[in-house]
């Protein structure tokens, strides 16, 4: 294993992400500035493991869990973006669905903004799933439902390996020391087994996302859910698909495409994405 490999491995997916998105000096922008002020002014006076997401929304978390929040609050523009278009459309939503929760960021966020509504949060990883249940159990959040498990196409057994807390399916490779074996189960088992109609839908699983996707066809097809892909190209290519089957998906199932800010992408654009992209799917 290279040196590059092994950083590469230890670092978080989110974090990557970030160092792709950041100027080329490493340096404050005006808007990452702007975006801290708010976040600082905004948490003042909030104590303890406690974060205070947007006005109204404050959430007790895993003293490990918080870094990885405070990109949604400040720390990455694109992911403050992806939140505050999250919160927005999902304003009028009652049941989510949240595939590869990680800490679950988005289905507190949800579960705190609509406390009448509805979540269930799935996630493969036994690291990541310890502090999901600990952010839920600290928010005493009754309306989370979780589920510890992998979603793909077919109920089995999926060989996954770790990258930071998360558990990846795409380029895992036989020989590897931590390798792992991981129930996997369908979209649509899951929603039935939990009596569970889901008008939102996050999935975030590292490449994995067609098989997913596969797996949900009677949930998309029969409530036509709004669903929030992260679309990963060069992870789908690893785990035997392409963004090209992805865009024919849901194209073909009459939703549009816009990015997390709103812009419409046309079928063309998604097909040709060359790096890790939140795409929101409209029926």
Same mark, same amino acid.
């Given at each position: ?64 869990? *918080? ?12 992911? &403050? ?16 669905? %949240? ?51 992998? &979603? ?25 020391? %931590? ?63 392409? *963004? ?16 997390? &800010? ?22």
């Amino acid at each position: 294993m290279t040196f590059r490999k092994l950083v590469k491995d230890l670092t978080p997916p989110v974090l990557l992400r970030i160092k792709r998105r950041l100027m080329p000096s490493g340096q404050e922008s005006d808007k990452e500035r702007s975006l801290r002020l708010s976040h600082e002014r905004l948490n003042q006076g909030v104590r303890g493991n406690v974060l205070r997401l947007r006005p109204g929304i404050d959430l007790r978390m895993h003293p490990e869990a *918080i870094a990885a929040a405070k990109h949604f609050c400040y720390m990455s523009p694109a992911m &403050v973006e992806e939140m505050d278009s999250f919160l927005a459309l999902t304003a009028d939503k009652r049941r989510f669905l %949240d595939i590869g929760s990680l800490h679950g960021i988005f289905s507190l966020a949800f579960a705190a903004a609509h406390p009448e509504g509805q979540v269930l949060a799935i996630d493969a990883s036994p690291i990541a799933f310890s502090k999901l249940l600990y952010n839920i159990h600290a928010n005493r959040f009754a309306n989370i439902q979780i589920v510890e498990c992998a &979603v793909s196409d077919a109920p089995g057994i999926l060989r996954m390996h770790y990258e930071w807390e998360h558990a990846v399916s795409a380029g895992t490779q036989d020989d590897a020391p %931590d390798v792992m074996g991981v129930e996997k189960r369908t979209g649509d088992d899951l929603c039935e087994s939990h009596d569970f109609i889901p008008d939102a839908i996050k999935i975030d699983v590292e490449g994995h996302e067609m098989k997913v996707l596969r797996g949900l066809s009677n949930v998309l097809s029969r409530n036509r859910p709004l669903v929030f892909l992260e679309i990963h190209p060069r992870r789908l290519i690893e785990d035997g698909d392409s *963004i090209a089957a992805v865009a024919a998906y849901f194209f073909d199932k009459e939703y549009r495409a816009q990015g997390s &800010v709103g812009r419409s992408m046309s079928r063309f654009e998604i097909e040709n994405l060359q790096r890790d992209e939140r795409v929101v799917f409209v029926p």
